[in-house]
């Protein structure tokens, strides 16, 4: 019955807790006005830094194996953010996970838990297109970096080792790259990223690579007429994130109850203003494309703010 | 013993006052009279963004008070009084902001400005 739940629990975090780090934490890498949910091409000023922190609840219980898997993640993920020179900005994001994982096998329910630091990404971004005019701008950025491993990945508990998905950190050392625009004006500003991550092998498992392609829309709804001097904005957000991963590799073997395609809709929030800005948004999967049994996602709530220092 | 003012006793001391209060107030004014510039900064287009602009300025010698005004992307900069700021001071500070300055003028001169006038 052990190895009976061990296996299932490999396989469960197949299509979304294989990238949980680049899924849930890389993404968030700007601190600037920007989406919620993944980075933007807004400059970050020379030699000043600036700081975000979001907290994380993702939740996936949709289970076709007939398990009744419930995963759940609570993260608590700190950016910080530093301008080298006005169009070189590196960043570094350190995530702290709590992650649960319940299964029912042969009529038995069982938790598998873990929680600590997870793995730190570090990453810079280079703006190679800025087009600025009185209240506008346009920028493009390439980004690279690197997901180390930070976290612990040898976590273990009654059941023996934790599936590589349960661990808090990966293990692996993975890297990473890809390109954000921004359209920015006063009413509104728009972003759309496509970025990829490959995975490396650690402990005989390798989570599958993951492709993203993100959009979003932010619209000044609050206040309606701009006031003098520095007002604070009050940003309906609407954000997309299309995510596909490859299968995962247990052993050189690819597990075929892993990977897939997700298309979250993410509707939010974000009042910005000189010093800080608060945000909030729901990522819902509108689109859930599986490979075999891979546990589906019920939805990722994502809060936080961001500060100038 | 009583005192009777007379009209034109008080028309003079009066005239004595207003002068000394014109004296003192214009002796003021030149030395409050401080430079402020007016920078156009393009691509400045939301409240978060703004504060780079405020904290590159704020690091300039002579810095002493900046007004942003988003809706115009104009940032009014007042130096302390005898220093000034040359345009392509401003424009490297608006460039490691992260934008690009449009447009540079001096709005108010300053004490020393006016002898070369």
């Known amino acids: 019955m052990v190895l009976q739940i061990v296996g299932l629990g490999e396989r469960i975090i197949g299509t979304i807790g294989a990238s949980t780090a680049f899924f849930l934490f890389v993404g968030m890498g700007s601190a600037w006005s920007a989406p919620i949910t993944f980075n933007t091409a807004l400059p ?11 907290v994380v609840y993702d939740r996936s219980g949709d289970d076709p194996s007939g398990a009744d898997r419930d995963r759940e993640v609570f993260a608590a ?31 038995v329910r069982r938790t598998r838990d873990t929680r600590g630091i997870g793995d730190l990404a570090l990453f810079g971004r280079y703006t190679i297109v800025q087009n600025d005019i009185p209240g506008r701008t346009f920028r493009i950025a390439p980004f690279v970096g690197v997901e ?5 990945d040898d976590e273990t508990d009654g059941l023996g080792r934790l599936p590589a998905s349960v661990q808090a950190g990966s293990g692996s050392t993975d890297p990473f790259g890809g390109l954000v625009a921004t359209y920015q004006t006063l009413d509104f500003e728009m972003d759309a990223q496509a970025s990829y991550k ?16 993100d959009a ?24 997309e994130n299309l995510i596909h991963q490859n299968k995962n590799r247990s052993n050189g073997a690819k597990d075929p109850d892993s990977g897939g395609t997700t298309l979250f809709l993410v509707p939010g929030l974000q009042y910005v203003t000189q010093r800080w800005i608060v945000e909030g948004g729901v990522q819902i999967p509108v689109v859930q494309d599986l490979n075999g049994m891979a546990l589906e996602k019920d939805f990722i709530v994502r809060c936080g703010f961001r500060f100038n220092f | 013993m009583s005192y009777h003012l007379q009209p034109a006793s008080v028309m003079k001391t009066l005239g004595s006052i207003l002068f000394i209060l014109f004296l003192g107030s214009a002796a003021a004014g030149a030395q409050e009279a401080k430079p402020v510039y007016k920078v156009y900064v393009d691509g400045l287009s939301c409240p978060f963004c ?21 809706k115009t992307g104009t940032t009014l900069i007042t130096m302390a ?21 449009r447009d540079f003028e001096q709005v108010q001169v300053g004490p020393e400005d006016k002898g070369k006038e």
């Not at chain 1, 970050?44 to 979001?54: L, W």
């Not at chain 1, 180390?148 to 612990?152: F, H, K, Q």
């Not at chain 2, 703004?50 to 005004?69: A, L, M, P, Q, R």
């Not at chain 2, 009084?81 to 300055?101: N, P």
């Open chain 1, 44 to 54: 970050v000023a020379e030699d000043e830094f600036i700081f975000r922190q979001q």
């Open chain 1, 77 to 107: 993920v700190s950016v910080l953010g530093y301008g080298v020179t006005s169009d070189l900005a590196v960043f570094g994001i350190m995530p702290y996970v709590d992650k649960s994982l319940e299964i029912t096998s042969m009529g």
């Open chain 1, 148 to 152: 180390l491993p930070t976290g612990e």
């Open chain 1, 198 to 213: 490959i995975s490396t092998e650690a402990n005989n498992f390798e989570f599958g690579d993951v492709a993203r392609l």
């Open chain 1, 216 to 239: 979003s829309l932010q619209y000044r709804l609050w206040s309606r007429s701009l006031q003098s001097g520095v007002p604070g904005f009050l940003y309906g957000v609407f954000e």
């Open chain 2, 50 to 70: 703004t504060y780079g602009i405020e904290k590159k300025f704020s690091k300039v010698e002579g810095v002493e008070k900046i007004d942003i005004d988003l």
């Open chain 2, 81 to 101: 009084a005898g220093k000034t700021l040359d345009e392509k001071t401003a424009r490297e500070t608006v460039k490691a902001a992260g934008f690009t300055l």
